[in-house]
């Protein structure tokens, strides 16, 4: 992926609130061995960041001076409406490690699926551990080895480079195959949901059928 850049100017000294209403997220720019900064951000430009901003690493660029190498760490919206209200940002040294979430990506073809079992994905992201310039952008999970009903695809099975370091539980079930729900298991539930409505209707019947008193 080519190198995410992004514009941030030294925050106005203005409420929160006010920036917004002139299209500019609040951020604040952190990490180890550097104060915290007040920054912000120009929304239609933030909005525009392509997904894979999200997981790796993003050059700020504040108009004049030295860029910052960063990871957006967290983004704070409104409920129900999206609009983004913060943005934390992390600074990042090239010759540390640092812990980021990347996609998943399910390639290939299921065996077990094509002839008629059902994919389960437990997971659609992986917690990683590497330097900055190797985050990937995803990380393969191979369908081909779903064969059969009930063969599953753990993290320690998937294959990353030897500079990636997986942090989700080994033994934790990224994808898996399973028996496709039947006619027959589903009769029952049916049958149930007939048979008990009529019940219930005699049931009102005959309450509406006692005399009063």
Partial sequence: MEKIKLNVRER?????????????????????????????IDEKEFTR?????????????????????CV???????????KILNVELYRVRLDRKISVTVPLKFVGTSPAIIFGAQLVEGYLEADIECFPNDI?????????????????????????????????????????????????????????????APAASTAAADESSKPSA
């Fill in 12 to 40: 106005e000294s203005k409420t929160p609130n006010l920036l917004r209403r002139e299209a500019k997220i609040p951020a604040t720019l952190y990490g180890p061995g550097e104060p915290s900064q007040s920054v912000q």
């Fill in 49 to 69: 960041l392509p997904s894979g901003a999200y997981s790796h690493m993003v050059e700020l660029d504040f108009g004049s001076g030295k860029p910052a190498n």
């Fill in 72 to 82: 957006i760490r967290s983004v704070q919206r409104r409920a129900y409406t999206g």
């Fill in 136 to 196: 990937p952008d995803f990380i393969d999970v191979d369908l081909t080895n779903l064969k059969q009903i009930d063969d599953a695809i753990h993290f320690s099975q998937l294959t990353v480079s030897d500079k990636i370091k997986i942090l989700n539980p080994p033994d934790e079930v990224v994808a898996k195959a399973i028996a496709p729900r039947t006619q027959a298991e589903a009769a029952p539930e049916a049958a149930a949901t007939s048979e008990g």
